[in-house]
């Protein structure tokens, strides 16, 4: 069975800190990673991986995937408050149009 | 253009009732996806549509979840004889396509239905 696991499930910082978040999976026939932000309602798409060792950038935000190792973190230097979120990892597998989910870690920024 | 829509956004029925959610995907994309996210967890696969067709609906529950999708653009949610355990957070997404295993299959969300069942 497919499956992701993120941690920390919850993690409070303060204000201009850096933060990694971790995705670890086991899935059959992997095609890509996703993550995304989910703040009140809708999941927000950050980033998809899908070659091992590229980094993905968004300002400050950014990701790698290690597809040896099956796992991907997501980065977020200089925080700030409006990233406290519940970010979401996912992997699509080939064959299935279907994302897997992990259960979130809950980031919350203080001032 | 605009978003994945869904209305309504908060549901509140009793026990054993019928209840419909609906679901306006971003124009263009032919692909749809229903999900069922309980507080506290990441989202759960329930059914994926490709046009008008259910391609894989191997994650819904039971026969009392039905979805249909009879134009290839809105889908349909309809959840039969509801209990206390099908509260959630009912989020639908769609992608431009399904298979392509590019860019073109990210799926985006909309803002979700919550149903409460009392």
């Known amino acids: 069975e497919d499956k992701v696991v993120q941690s920390p499930l919850s993690l409070v910082v303060h204000e201009g800190d850096t933060v990694t978040l971790n995705c670890s999976y086991e899935?059959?026939?992997?095609?890509?990673l996703l993550w995304y932000k989910q703040e009140k309602k809708a999941p927000t798409f950050l980033f998809m991986l899908?070659?091992?060792?590229i980094e993905k950038k968004s300002g400050r935000l950014s990701s790698i995937l290690d597809k040896k190792e099956l796992f991907s973190i997501l980065n977020i230097t200089a925080t700030q408050t409006g990233d406290s979120a519940v970010y979401l990892c996912a992997v699509s597998p080939w064959g299935a149009q279907k994302l897997v989910f992990g259960q979130g870690t809950r980031l919350t920024i203080n001032p | 253009g605009a978003g994945v829509s869904q209305t309504p956004s908060n549901k509140v029925t009793e026990k054993g009732k019928y209840v419909e959610l609906r679901c306006d995907p971003i124009s263009g994309h032919t692909a749809l996806y229903w999900y069922r996210q309980s507080l506290g967890q990441g989202p759960e696969f329930l059914i994926y549509?490709?046009?008008?067709?259910?391609?894989?609906d191997s994650g819904l529950p039971n026969d009392r979840f039905f979805a249909v999708r009879p134009e290839g653009s809105v889908s349909t949610l309809k959840i039969q004889r509801t209990e206390r355990g099908d509260s959630a957070m009912y989020l639908c997404?769609?992608?431009?396509?399904?298979?392509?295993?590019?860019?073109?299959?990210?799926?985006?969300f909309g803002p979700g239905t919550r149903l409460t069942v009392l």
């Open positions: 997404a769609s992608s431009l396509t399904g298979t392509s295993g590019s860019d073109r299959d990210t799926q985006y």
């Open positions: 899935v059959t026939n992997f095609r890509s």
């Open positions: 899908t070659s091992s060792g």
């Open positions: 549509f490709q046009g008008t067709g259910a391609a894989d």
